[in-house]
């Protein structure tokens, strides 16, 4: 990993590096609209803090403590979530947590404290577009779990879609990742190379050896560039999909707590495809109905679904 200055100097030339807390160019004032917007388009990140309450935070990790996790495995559903894991290391995926019972995870949809931002940049004021959840998951994570490392602004995926077209933005996909508990060194945490939406070539360990970064199982540890993003708990990183970005190994004890809502234009298909129950829709608002089912289905009237297990869940 390199150093990102004003960190102090790494031990080695491979010695992780942490992302500041808040990225504080401005000496602490507040960034104008211009200086935001200048930092997220070459950075692909922005450090949120404190956007979710102490009261949210009991709420969700109270929640989590509910849930028998040591038996609970992919394919299990709790209520209208479904688990389910990436692969083997990435730990277990509480998915569509937005439907779990209790109204936390429903605030969140359109959770003042992040909306606008997205919204600005994925459908502006267009009225073509509209916003969208694409996919919304809390992940639990345990000893050597990590995620490998994956995107990057040399592949072609729609999510990865990062633009200034025409005096307006343009951008594909933009995940809110929350901290649920504090996430210090050891912990796991996120990391990814500030500015690597741009990055015209490949990771050179993956163009050396002909497999993808996710395929060989790179951690945070062994990609060159990659800075760790330590947060405390209720902060969040909002961040591009197309960056280039994975996690640290999770050393120390215990299990590392995130939430993910991922937001994208209606016109990408949503990820999974969890059809919204009647229930939840019935108790969303107007704003949070729009996001999470932007085009209701049509079909002929009285016909009915029929859900396959399994199907389309996978890494
Ligand atoms: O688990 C992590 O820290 C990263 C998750 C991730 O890859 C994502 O949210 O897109
Ligand atoms: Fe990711």
Known sequence: MTALAPQSPPSSPDAPVTLPLAPDPANGRDLSDAEADYLFDVQGYRILRNVLSPLQLEKINGWVDRQDTDRLESGDWVGDVEVHTYGSKDGLNFQNIMEADNPVFQELIDQPAWIDQVRRYIVGDSTQHRLSIDECFLNLRRGGGFIPTHSGGDSVRFTGLFQWLNGKWAVGQINILMALDDIGPGDGGTTLIPGSHKQRFGHPLATESGKSMWDLGASGVD???????????????????????????????????????????????????????????????????????????????????????????GG
């Not at 909002?238 to 640290?248: L, N, P, Q, R, V």
Request: charged fraction near 20%; proline fraction near 9%.
């Open 223 to 313: 990609t060159l560039g990659m800075c760790e993003v330590n947060l405390n708990a209720g902060d969040a990183v909002m961040f591009t999909d197309g960056i280039c970005h994975g996690s640290m190994p999770r050393t120390n004890p215990g299990e590392r707590r995130i939430m993910v809502y991922r937001y994208s234009p209606q016109l990408l298909a949503n990820r999974l495809n969890y059809i919204p129950s009647d229930e939840f829709l019935a108790r969303l608002t107007e704003a949070q109905r729009a996001i999470v089912q932007p085009v209701p289905p049509r079909g002929r009237p009285g016909r009915t679904l029929t859900f396959q297990k399994g199907s389309g869940v």
